[in-house]
């Protein structure tokens, strides 16, 4: 399942999100590897936030909605009616992520 970047469109893996994402954003591989036990609402905490921002991520509640990617040219927005319906999908799944991402999928979101 791919879902999409909401700045620049660029789309993304699920799995790479979910899995392997972390490891590019700087922590050390136990860190990284804690990580993937956290529950939902934990994984992206200020720490892990500020982590991924560093390494050009940025997202929602969860790792499923992203708002900017390391693919987004510098300067770019986040487009806002997709950025507002990614928010409200979001919401209204809860931490529900296979949900989520196949929800996104099926809106090309
Ligand atoms: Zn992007």
């Given at each position: 399942?791919d ?33 993937h036990?956290l ?5 992206l ?14 997202f ?17 927005q ?5 950025l ?26």
């Open positions: 399942m879902v999409h970047c909401t700045t620049c469109g660029e789309p993304w893996d699920v799995d790479h999100l979910r899995y392997d994402a972390i490891y590019e954003a700087g922590m050390s591989q136990e860190e990284a590897e804690a990580w036990s529950p939902p609402g934990q994984k905490n200020a720490r892990y936030r500020q982590a991924f921002h560093t390494a050009g991520w940025e929602g509640r969860s790792v499923i909605n992203v708002i900017r990617c390391p693919c987004c040219p510098k300067d770019a986040p487009d806002i009616n997709r507002h319906t990614k928010a409200a999908l979001e919401e209204m799944l809860g931490d529900g992520e296979d949900g989520l991402a196949a929800t996104f999928e099926d809106h090309q979101l």
